[in-house]
């Protein structure tokens, strides 16, 4: 099955700086790339997706890039903001018409400090 | 819409006893998804439906866990018996035809003693 791998695990910035959080997956057959956000106690939350026929997509101060050969794909986050203080989830799907199969990464407590 | 709705929030059970977590998904989507988290694991899909049937049960850790979906408006995780170590944030997430975005429910935060 599909593996996903997400680092670094934690992550401490200082607010206005950028942040990037990095994961790599395992199936070749991966074709969809969802981010999402959990605050403390809350549920997550997408933020940000990608689909395997696009490289780069953007969202304000968000961003993910895709590398289909390498098959990593990250997140970036601009001029950040305390509240962007959370644990951030990357996953990937083999979409089919069976379902919809997300695996996770074991997640990157990001702190973004003043 | 309520979004998707799972109770109890919370559930202090104690060890051998029965747990069953309830989950009432978002109305006209026809995936459900089971999810566990723990510190050390991460998020974990336990099992997913898809129009009321498992597609998927690979991540149920042991015949412990049961899940089933009766209709399109409810399902149950049901853990008998119960152990210490099932202690988790357990999440209910649905989503769409033809859409890849789960909506996750406020999660049953479970603490078996």
């Known amino acids: 099955g599909e593996n996903v791998e997400q680092h670094p695990s934690t992550l401490s910035v200082q607010e206005g700086d950028s942040a990037v959080i990095k994961c790599t997956y395992s199936?070749?057959?991966?074709?969809?790339f969802p981010w999402y956000k959990q605050e403390l106690g809350k549920r997550p939350q997408l933020i940000i997706d990608?689909?395997?026929?696009?490289g780069e997509k953007k969202d304000q101060r968000i961003a993910v890039t895709l590398n289909k050969t390498a098959k990593h794909f990250s997140l970036h986050i601009t001029e950040t903001q305390p509240e962007d203080s959370a644990v951030y989830f990357c996953?990937?799907?083999?979409?089919?018409?069976?379902?919809?199969?997300?695996?996770f990464g074991t997640g990157t407590q990001l702190k973004v400090e003043l | 819409d309520a979004g998707v709705i799972q109770s109890p929030r919370h559930e202090v059970t104690e060890m051998g006893q029965e747990v069953t977590l309830r989950c009432k998904p978002i109305?006209?989507?026809?995936?459900l998804f089971w999810y566990r988290q723990t510190m050390m694991r991460g998020l974990e899909l336990l099992i997913y439906?898809?129009?009321?049937?498992?597609?998927?049960d690979s991540g149920m850790p042991e015949d412990r866990f049961s899940a089933k979906m009766p209709n399109a408006s409810f399902s149950t995780l049901k853990i008998q018996p119960s152990e210490p170590r099932d202690s988790a944030v357990y999440f209910c997430?649905?989503?769409?035809?033809?859409?890849?975005?789960?909506?996750f429910g406020s999660g049953t935060q479970l603490s078996v003693l």
């Open positions: 439906f898809n129009n009321n049937v498992p597609i998927d």
């Open positions: 199936d070749s057959a991966s074709n969809y």
């Open positions: 997430a649905s989503s769409s035809p033809g859409h890849e975005k789960l909506f």
């Open positions: 996953a990937a799907n083999i979409l089919t018409g069976g379902g919809n199969k997300l695996t």
């Open positions: 109305s006209g989507h026809n995936s």
């Open positions: 990608i689909r395997s026929n696009v």
